[in-house]
Nanobody, 123 residues
Framework: QVQLAESGGGMVQAGGSLRLACVAS????????MGWFRQAPGQEREFVAA???????YYADSVKGRFTVSRDNDKSTMYLQMSSLKPEDTAVYYC?????????????????WGQGTQVTVSS
């Protein structure tokens, strides 16, 4: 079992910044990919960003250039630095992890999930 815990959510005005963190604990294994997803009310969970064990990074088009994903393997922690936030970024943000890399943007293929942290961007 792997436990994931997100932190860093909150309320911010449009144009502001937030930094999310996701700490992994429990049984460690060769986690290939760690990902960030988000879900707004009434909408499906969508891919935001992912980072592989070897530090390749991938982003949704909607956040490219504004969000930066990173990981600290020694601390078993993944981060999401969010800048130039927009009201449409408002959602619950989840971190997740899986062993395999293919289809890294597919939520259905992630095995372990955190509880989520709310991000609210006001206009």
């Amino acid at each position: 079992q792997v436990q994931l815990a997100e932190s860093g959510g909150g309320m911010v005005q449009a144009g502001g910044s937030l930094r999310l963190a996701c700490v992994a604990s429990g049984r460690t294994w060769g986690r290939a990919v760690m990902g960030w997803f988000r879900q707004a009310p009434g909408q499906e969970r969508e891919f935001v960003a992912a980072v592989t064990w070897w530090d390749d990074k991938y982003y949704a088009d909607s956040v490219k250039g504004r969000f930066t994903v990173s990981r600290d393997n020694d601390k078993s922690t993944m981060y999401l630095q969010m800048s130039s936030l927009k009201p449409e970024d408002t959602a619950v943000y989840y971190c997740a992890t899986r062993k395999t890399f293919a289809d890294y943007d597919s939520a259905a293929l992630y095995i372990y999930w955190g509880q989520g942290t709310q991000v609210t961007v006001s206009s």
